[in-house]
């Protein structure tokens, strides 16, 4: 799985270029952003506009990076599309995450609100 990643400050941005997150790809996925993590980041946002569907395998990737976080609420998602989006709330998994309509949106909040996120 390919994943474009910058840095803005302390805000590690990744955004998986796929359709998917899942069985195939999802280990390869929680391993590189659990990588980038390690390097000293402590907040990320995960940007989703080009995933369309996320199984079990790409939710517990969500949850393992959500749990090495320091403070667990740093993971925070944006351009989550309808049908991912609906697998959250089907799952409860929506309530874990700041949930952001954009890029910039989700950057603004993390960066004027660290002691939040």
């Known amino acids: 799985m390919m994943l474009e990643k910058k840095d803005v400050g302390n805000i590690l941005v990744i955004k998986p270029v796929a359709k998917a997150i899942d069985a195939s790809n999802a280990a390869l996925f929680r391993r590189q952003v659990l990588n980038w993590i390690q390097l000293g980041k402590n907040q990320v946002l995960l940007n989703l506009i ?3 569907f996320i199984d079990s ?5 969500l949850i393992a990076i959500y749990k090495v976080l320091p403070n667990k609420s740093n993971l925070h998602l944006c351009c989550v599309q309808p049908r991912v989006s609906k697998i959250f709330e089907i799952t409860g998994m929506h309530r874990l ?3 952001f309509t954009t890029e910039n949106e989700g950057l603004k909040y993390t960066i004027y609100f660290p002691q939040f996120s």
């Open 57 to 61: 395998s790409g939710l517990g990737a």
């Open 97 to 99: 995450f700041h949930v």
């Open 50 to 52: 080009e995933v369309e």
